[in-house]
Every structure is written in structure tokens, then in C-alpha cells.
């Protein structure tokens, strides 16, 4: 029993380690310690004990640190210069329990939420942050939310968009949630709150505080951001309710949509995002509407094709109304912000070509991904395949695309299958995109004709693709398929060799030769090359060589 009793006592103990960074302090003589309410869980006589938890020096650093084993649950602290109340330090506002709430009867300690093994971050004395950082304390009101998760999180671009991960806490009981995030002082922080742990989740960010459908803060300091309301722009107001029709025109999406065997449904977060308020076309011109209850002063959604099942969502950011009263919006072309449908045009070969010479270091294959395939995105990816006259370049035609308008993108496989996807968050050339709704961008495609179309793009980049004249008749390699060694027989006069793998990368070089010159491939690996031939006067020819 006694066994049973110790293991008890050792299950869910956590490894915490508390730091502090006394940079420009003159340490005391008495040492540095930590006082809190965690002390007597950690082996003390007893709380907020000035003296009973001493810190020690990480080598010759300014880091002092102290690791203690304590239970989950929510704990508060104070760093001390010393061993007695007097020599604590002041905490500021953005690293306090009760940020934006004043002192809370005096409450001006720190705070940590132990679920797990941990290593603080070392915060300077009497600072809210890291050296380098600044301090963002999140103070989030969910009073007026009627289903509180479990799990109550932010995501953003300084941890990876990742829902769920990084969560906030009712630290005070009042249905205000807080986490305080460490951002370089100087950088930009987009970001939203998450009512879950995954996307569909998330809050719809009202377009009058939003960048990209996220919340966007400028750090330049320590910041307390809140008391701000979930899904709305500042503190918790209850705001009006209205009848509010709203109608899509779906007349310019017939590649996709069977009017006999489809629905349209919208989808946001009066929803949750998960859909199921479908649209209806009671006079059969393919204008779908629907009224609903909605909260003013604004609405977002996005209206989704449902088709065996399956949902297809229209491109582009979320639609905001933003209305006072009753209101009928007028029709919208699906996947158009607003404004009519145009006609659709005939079906045509479109050629996709991606230039992935300034692409990823390192990868396998290259897909094309978006809203026309089937199943739409990466679950209906098309791989490109290698281009015979372009080094760097891959290529697929995808014949009689129907869609007048297409949004796409690029994405790439590493050798353990990761896939990673094009990315334009800091693109400066946004001709030839438009917004994903995710914060990011895809690309886009209008065809006005039944005429063939050569789409070329480098990864990443909106500029057009130069394309190589291929003048394969006039060079000869020979044997090809070759093993070890083969000849490149040149037209007459001299020019520069250059042989490139099926990414871009150059493997070998012969500048300045003529007639035949043989190339010795003994040190490289089976599988297609690119053979690429010039001269200063312009002449380019490229051969696929295959070494077995």
C-alpha cells in the first residue's frame, strides 16, 4: 500500500524549470530566488516564502534557473533579487495575472499553466519578456460564447498556424482567457482565436479589424491586446439581430455544378463553419438564396457546392455584409467577391508550367494543385512531369478544362512524402494572384476562349517564364539510353555544355567546345538528364539523355 501510495503521489508530477535573466542587475549577495504559490507542492514549508527557493547561476551566464517537480494546475510567481519581500521585483502590466483588468485587488504576479514537463523561457527581472522580445498578453472574453471548448487556443504565424497548440486559460475564473506570447520586438504577428483545437473552429475576424481575415498587431513593445471579445473588434457588446437574404449566382460555375444533382449550402461562423444552410432556386435561373437570422453589424461566409457528398468551396477570401436592418443582397457570381457571371467559355487544353530552378532546395516530384480538380486541391493533385526542352522547367496539360476562371497553386514532395505548397505571404508581384481566405495567396486563371493556353510561372513568383526554342534536330547524343559515358555531336562552331538533373540543378559544365566532346556520367545516378547546348549568338538546343 505505502508502494501504491508514493507512484500515486509521483503520477503527474511536472519538471518545470523557472528562469530569469538578471542582465543589468547587480545580483545580491543573498542570492536570486523565486517566491510563489507553487512552493509547498514543490517541497517547501510553505508559500510565497522569499527565501525557501533559490535560483543558480546556467554557467557564467546571466541566467538564473531552478527546476522543481509540482502537479499540473495553474500557478503564480514572483522573481527576487535576494531573499526577502522587498528586494521582489515589479512586474509589468502585459505579464501580469490580471492584464487589462487593472490589479484584480492587487494581483500583479506572473503566471504559468503547467499541462506538461517545462522549461520557462528566461524573462529579464522585472521585464514581461525574453532579451530581444517583446511581451503580447492575450486577453480574450468569451462570455458571450454559448459552448466554451475544452480547449480554447490562438494560431498565428509565430507558431506555425497550428490550432490548438498553443492554448489560452481561464486563469481567473470569469470566462476571460490569456496567453502571453514571446515575439521579436519589431516583427508583425497575424493571428486568430480558435474556439477548438482545429480549423472550422476558428472565430470569423470582422473585416473592420482584419488583415486577411486575421487579427494583425505591429510589435514595437510590450503589449497587453484585450479584454477583446471572440469574433468581434473590441470588448464584448450583444448586438442586434436582422433578416438578412443572401443569393449566389451559380450560372458561371456549370463545369462544376449539376443543378439536377447538386446543392449550394454557405458556410461561416454563424455555423461553425461546418455548412448545411442551403440555398434554394425556386424559379430555375440558377440565382440560389437564402434568408437567415444574422448577427449585426456584419456576416461573413463562403458558399460551397455540394456534390456526392462532398463539399467544394467556392476561392478566395470570406464575403463580409455588413448591414443595419433587413437586408437582401444583390446576386454575386459564385467565387466572384461580387458582380454578375461572365459567359462561360468553351473548354480548352490548358498547359501548367512551373520554373523550379529558385524552387525548394531538394525534392521529388512537383503537383498542381487547386479548385478544378477532383476532388478540388491536394486530394485531386496532378503530377508534373519534366520538361525535354526546358531545363528546371515540369509541365502537364490538362486537356478541355472547363472552368472559365481557376484558382491553383504549386506544391512539392521531399523524399519522405512531406509535401509543401507554394507560399505568397511575402510576395511584392500580386498580378497573377488572388486571397486563399487562409491569410495566404493562390494563383489564378481567366480563359475568355475555346483557344489553347500556355500558363508558365517560376515557383513562387508571378513572372512569366522565358521558353527555350528547341532546336533538337540539330544535336545529336549517342547512345542514348548510355551507361558511363555517351557523345554530344555539335553543329559547327563553339559552344557552351551544360547538363542538368530533372530539378534544376546543373551536374556538369564544358565551356567553349566544339564539334564532339564526350560526357562522363560515371559519378552520377540512373535517371533522365537535360542536355543544354549554346553559343553568344543565341542558338539554344536541349536533348533528354537517359543514363541507365
Avoid at 567553349?512 to 564526350?518: A, D, F, I, N, T
Amino acid at each position: 500500500m505505502l508502494a501504491m501510495m508514493m507512484a500515486g503521489a509521483a503520477w503527474g508530477q511536472r519538471s518545470v524549470t523557472f528562469q530569469v535573466d538578471m542582465s543589468g542587475q547587480t545580483v545580491s549577495a543573498n542570492g536570486v530566488h523565486i517566491a510563489g504559490d507553487f512552493q509547498m507542492a514543490a517541497g517547501a514549508a510553505g508559500n510565497w516564502d522569499p527565501a525557501a527557493t533559490a535560483l543558480s547561476q546556467v554557467g557564467t551566464s546571466n541566467i538564473y534557473a531552478v527546476t522543481v517537480n509540482i502537479p499540473d494546475g495553474l500557478y503564480q510567481y514572483k522573481f527576487i533579487n535576494g531573499n526577502a519581500w522587498g528586494d521582489d521585483e515589479g512586474v509589468p502590466a502585459p505579464a501580469q495575472v490580471s492584464a487589462g483588468l487593472g490589479f484584480d485587488g492587487g494581483n500583479s504576479n506572473r503566471w504559468v499553466q503547467v499541462t506538461a514537463d517545462d522549461t520557462l523561457a528566461a524573462v529579464m527581472f522585472a521585464g514581461a519578456a525574453p532579451m530581444g522580445h517583446s511581451a503580447v498578453s492575450m486577453v480574450l472574453d468569451m462570455s458571450l460564447e454559448a459552448s466554451i471548448d475544452t480547449v480554447v487556443s490562438v494560431a498565428g504565424d509565430f507558431q506555425g498556424w497550428s490550432p490548438g497548440t498553443t492554448e489560452l486559460y481561464d486563469v481567473l475564473g470569469d470566462s476571460i482567457y490569456r496567453h502571453i506570447a514571446y515575439i521579436p520586438t519589431t516583427d508583425t504577428m497575424n493571428f486568430k482565436f480558435v474556439n477548438g483545437s482545429a480549423w472550422g473552429s476558428d472565430e470569423g475576424v470582422p473585416s473592420s479589424c482584419a488583415v486577411n481575415n486575421n487579427r494583425q498587431l505591429i510589435i514595437a513593445a510590450d503589449t497587453v491586446f484585450g479584454p477583446i471579445c471572440y469574433a468581434q473588434c473590441g470588448p464584448c457588446f450583444i448586438p442586434d439581430t436582422f433578416d438578412l437574404t443572401i443569393q449566389v449566382d451559380m450560372s458561371g460555375a456549370l463545369c462544376d455544378f449539376d443543378p439536377a444533382t447538386d446543392s449550394v449550402d454557405i458556410a461561416g461562423p454563424f455555423n461553425g463553419w461546418s455548412g448545411g444552410d442551403f440555398l434554394s432556386d425556386g424559379d430555375g435561373d440558377l440565382v440560389y438564396d437564402i434568408t437567415l437570422p444574422a448577427v449585426a453589424p456584419e456576416f461573413q461566409y463562403k458558399a460551397r457546392i455540394i456534390k456526392g457528398g462532398n463539399a467544394n468551396w467556392e476561392p478566395g477570401n470570406n464575403n463580409v455584409i455588413t448591414f443595419s436592418g433587413d437586408t437582401t443582397i444583390a446576386p454575386r457570381c459564385f467565387g466572384l467577391p461580387s458582380g454578375s457571371c461572365s459567359p462561360l467559355p468553351p473548354p480548352a487544353d490548358v498547359t501548367f508550367q512551373v520554373d523550379m530552378t529558385n524552387g525548394p532546395s531538394s525534392f521529388v516530384k512537383v503537383f498542381l494543385i487547386g479548385n478544378f480538380t477532383d476532388p478540388q486541391w491536394q486530394g485531386g493533385a496532378i503530377e508534373l512531369t519534366a520538361s525535354t526542352t526546358q531545363p528546371g522547367v515540369f509541365e502537364t496539360t490538362v486537356t478541355q478544362l472547363c472552368p472559365g476562371r481557376i484558382a491553383f497553386k504549386y506544391m512539392v514532395e521531399d523524399g519522405s512524402g512531406n509535401q509543401t505548397e507554394e507560399s505568397f505571404v511575402a510576395a511584392t508581384d500580386t498580378s497573377c494572384l488572388e486571397p486563399s481566405g487562409t491569410g495566404d495567396f493562390n494563383r489564378f486563371l481567366v480563359r475568355t476562349s475555346g483557344n489553347a493556353v500556355v500558363n508558365s510561372a517560376p515557383w513562387e513568383d508571378c513572372a512569366t517564364v522565358s521558353v527555350i526554342e528547341n532546336e533538337v534536330a540539330q544535336l545529336n547524343v549517342y547512345p542514348n539510353p548510355f551507361s558511363g559515358t555517351t557523345t554530344i555531336e555539335l553543329p559547327q562552331g563553339t559552344y557552351d555544355v551544360k547538363v542538368y538533373n530533372l530539378t534544376g540543378a546543373q551536374v556538369s559544365a564544358m565551356n567553349q567546345v566544339e564539334g564532339k566532346v564526350e560526357w562522363n556520367a560515371n559519378n552520377l545516378e540512373a535517371g533522365v538528364y537535360i542536355v543544354n547546348v549554346s553559343n553568344e549568338d543565341g542558338f539554344v538546343a536541349t536533348q533528354k539523355v537517359v543514363l541507365k
